[in-house]
């Protein structure tokens, strides 16, 4: 447990040390790019068919959505896709929309985006915009049934 054991891990010749390369975790890749017909899909499966660390590429057009499942770097994938396709890929921006606070929020909610999904709101700028202020609160509660010292009016 001392000088003798670190001698010994040093000249170990039964595993190489220096020759072996940190492995990337298994993970999914989801990418959007426009497709239009068949001939894009396969344009854009092809892309990313032969490309090292991929173990299944999984093509939607209709959501215009590319899911890839390997040990692969995410933005290499994305470069990789935009390079070999010529067409602007980026990683999938959406997320369900029960994850989300405030869905129909400015900057959140979009037109563009598959159903059941809105953009992902990790910018503290965007986050700010999805918070209600205030005075939208003291008017929203005035004429809530949970109130009880609200507006008989309605």
Not at 11 to 32: G, M, N, W
Not at 98 to 109: F, N
Not at 149 to 154: L, Q, R, T
Request: aromatic share 6%.
């Amino acid at each position: 447990m001392g000088i003798l054991d670190h001698l010994s891990n040093i000249f170990d010749c039964s595993t190489a040390h220096s020759k072996l390369k940190k492995r990337r975790p298994l993970q999914t890749v989801e990418i959007k790019i426009k497709m239009d017909c068949e001939g894009c899909e396969r344009k854009v499966r092809r892309s990313v068919e032969g490309m090292k660390g991929v173990t299944s590429v999984e093509v939607s057009p209709k959501q215009n959505k590319l899911t890839v499942i390997g040990y692969v770097d995410p933005e290499k994938v994305v470069h990789r896709v935009a390079h070999r396709t010529g067409k602007k890929a980026e990683l999938w921006p959406y997320v369900p929309y029960d994850v989300v606070e405030h869905p129909y929020a400015p900057g959140v909610y979009d037109k563009k985006a598959p159903a059941g999904y809105v953009r992902n709101t990790e910018d503290p700028q965007i986050s700010q915009l999805a918070r209600a202020s205030s005075t939208e609160v003291r008017y929203t509660t005035a004429f809530s049934d949970e109130n009880p010292a609200a507006c008989v009016v309605m």
